[in-house]
C-alpha cells in the first residue's frame, strides 16, 4: 500500500473535518506517541512527509527527539502544527524539523513554553467535541481583545484536565464568561486549517548526522524485526553452547523459556549465561510493554483465553506468565546491545 503523507491528528480536527484536504496517499493517525514514527516508517518505508499536530503528554510516553531526528536523517520531512507538533518544531526547529503557524511562532518567539500550553484531554470515543480548552487559545484570544488580558492567569491556573466552559464558570464571572465563548479563537485548529488548506511547502533541507543511543538501538529492532522471538533464538544459537553453565539455580524458569520459543531444552545454558547477568534486574515496564505486545501480535494472543491456551499447549504454568515476559525482555534487550 503506498502512503506518501502520514498525519497524527485526533483532537484539534476530526477526521471528518480533515477529509476535504487528504489524498489517497494520506494516512490519518491518532495523537502520536513513542514509538510510532519507528512503527510508521518500517510499515510504509517510502513515506515521503510526517505532519505532526496532536501527540500524548503525560497518559503514555510522548514521542522522542531521537524518533523524529531519525526520520529526518532518512530524508523525510517533518512538520509541526498546532500543539505537540509546534512544540517540538520549535525544539528540533535547528536540526531539520518543520513548523508552521501562530502557536509554532509563539514558542519560536518564547512567548510560551512547555506543553501544558497546548495540552488538552478528551474522551477518544469522540476527541474532537470531548476535548478541554488549551490555554495557548485563551492567549490568542486575548490578544485580540485586550480586555481579557488580566483574566488569562486565572485560566492558566487551571489544570488542563478540568479546564472547561463548565469548570471556568465557577471562577469568571458571568459577563466575562460569555465574552469569552463569544470570541474564543481555536488558533490550534485555524493553524491546521491554514497549513492544509493553502497547501503550504516549507523548504525541507535535512543536513543532520543521526547519532543513535541505546535506547534508540533497542526501539528501531523492536519495530524492524518481523518476529523479535526469531531474533531471540537465532541469538541463542549464536552462543557456544560448550561455555555455558551445566549447574543452573534457575533451571526450571530458563526450561520454562525453552517451551515458550519452542527450542530444546539444552539451550537452557545459553539462556543462563545471559540471564545471569541480569541477576536481581527487573526491566523498566516502558520496554516491557511494547515488546509483550509486539510478541502478542506474533502469536496470536489476541485475549487472556488465547494466552492461557498457549501456555497450556506448552505445559507452561500460567503463573509464570510474568516472569516469562520478564526475561524474554532481558533477553531480547542483551542481545539488541551486543548487536555487531
Not at 470531548?130 to 491556573?157: D, M
Not at 523498566?284 to 485475549?303: A, C, G, H, R, T
Not at 505445559?315 to 539488541?336: A, G, H
Request: charged share 25%; aromatic share 12%; hydrophobic share 40%.
Amino acid at each position: 500500500m503506498r502512503i506518501d503523507r502520514a498525519i497524527f491528528i485526533e483532537s484539534t480536527l476530526s477526521n471528518i473535518e480533515m477529509k476535504k484536504y487528504l489524498t489517497d496517499f494520506d494516512l490519518i493517525l491518532p495523537s502520536i506517541r513513542r514509538g510510532h514514527l519507528l512503527n510508521l516508517y518500517f510499515s510504509y518505508p517510502t513515506i515521503k512527509e510526517v505532519v505532526i499536530v496532536d501527540g500524548v503528554f503525560d497518559q503514555q510516553p510522548s514521542i522522542t527527539h531521537k524518533e523524529i531526528l531519525w526520520l529526518i536523517s532518512r530524508g523525510i520531512k517533518v512538520v509541526g502544527i498546532g500543539s505537540m507538533g509546534a512544540l517540538r518544531a520549535f525544539e528540533l526547529r535547528k536540526v531539520g524539523m518543520l513548523g508552521f503557524g501562530w502557536v509554532y511562532e509563539q514558542f519560536l518567539n518564547h512567548y510560551v513554553d512547555g506543553d501544558d500550553e497546548v495540552a488538552v484531554s478528551y474522551d477518544p470515543r469522540d476527541p474532537s467535541n470531548s476535548k478541554t480548552l488549551a490555554i495557548i487559545n485563551f492567549r490568542k484570544t486575548a490578544l485580540e481583545h485586550n480586555e481579557l488580558q488580566s483574566y488569562l492567569s486565572i485560566i492558566k491556573n487551571i489544570h488542563f484536565k478540568q479546564r472547561t466552559w463548565e469548570t471556568l464558570s465557577t471562577y469568571l464571572g458571568s459577563d466575562i464568561l460569555a465574552k469569552f465563548r463569544k470570541l474564543y479563537v481555536d488558533i490550534k485548529k485555524e493553524d491546521v486549517l491554514n497549513y492544509f488548506s493553502n497547501e503550504i511547502e516549507p523548504k525541507f533541507s535535512p543536513t543532520i548526522k543521526f547519532i543513535p543511543n541505546i535506547y534508540f538501538n533497542s526501539a528501531q529492532q523492536m519495530y524492524s524485526y518481523k518476529s523479535v522471538l526469531k531474533f531471540i533464538r537465532d541469538r541463542l544459537e549464536q552462543i557456544n553452547a560448550a561455555e555455558c553453565l551445566t549447574n543452573l539455580s534457575c533451571k526450571g524458569d530458563y526450561l520454562n523459556i525453552c517451551k515458550f520459543l519452542a527450542i530444546p531444552p539444552d539451550y537452557i545454558g545459553r539462556i543462563a549465561s545471559v540471564l545471569d547477568k541480569y541477576s536481581g534486574v527487573i526491566p523498566n515496564k516502558d520496554k516491557i510493554k511494547p515488546f509483550i505486545m509486539k510478541v502478542k501480535v506474533e502469536l496470536n494472543l489476541d485475549s487472556i483465553q488465547a494466552i492461557h491456551d498457549y501456555f497450556n499447549k506448552n505445559e507452561i504454568p500460567m503463573s509464570q506468565v510474568k516472569k516469562i515476559f520478564e526475561n524474554l525482555t532481558k533477553l531480547f534487550d542483551y542481545f539488541l546491545c551486543t548487536l555487531n
